[in-house]
């Protein structure tokens, strides 16, 4: 096995709690973003991404209305959108802001993020969250400001998740050989497509969940237990 000189992490069910981005985060953005873009839709970002979530949907005129429209049935659906992931991020930053709430991250995480970094290891993000969000979710943590421990985020611009490519492009913006680069999700399919790329993965698994007799990837229960 090669030397680990990064780690590359998931956020919702590896660093965080699933039940926080889908029971707090995307119910807030849910309920404001109709307000959000009455209010900010003059703005050039956010016409930059009204544009982009009605290219993506093959609209070839929308109304401002259509597009909200558009966007809400989108968060129903979980859709891993780019623009969609950028205008919750600006609506998630007001609520951070004003306090309405802290990012979720497991008890042992802060702890062993903070190991490795003293061990020399460079920490890296990549979620489907936008890169704003991601800095707002570790800077306004339940444990105070992580984001000083990571060198780089990556979300969806730079691919999807379950995409060998993806990890192509992350280890050439790292400037790193991807066999000495380890990959954490809790996602399986993620997980291939990093191995697909040169990576090591190690899967989390969090309880409830119990790790399967046979798992396709290195396994564990928490931060704590990974091997590097």
Partial sequence: ???????????????SSISFVKDVLFPYARKRLPAFIETHG?????????HEAAKEAGYIEATRQEVVELLLRWIDEDRKSTALKALQGMIWQEGYEAGDYQAHVYPEVPAKL?????EGLRLYVYSSGSVAAQKLFFRYSTAGDLTPLF??????????????????????AIDEQPGHLLFLSDIVEELDAARA??????????PPQAIPQAPRHPAVADFDTITV
């Fill in 151 to 172: 060198a780089g985020y990556f979300d969806t611009v730079t691919g999807p998740k379950r995409e060998t490519g993806s990890y192509d492009r992350i280890a050439s």
């Fill in 197 to 206: 790329a040169g990576f090591q993965t190690t899967w989390l698994v969090r």
């Fill in 1 to 15: 096995m090669s030397e680990i000189r990064a780690i590359v992490t998931d956020i919702e069910g590896t660093t």
């Fill in 42 to 50: 003059d703005r050039p970002e956010i016409q930059h991404w009204l």
């Fill in 114 to 118: 903070r190991a490795w970094r003293a």
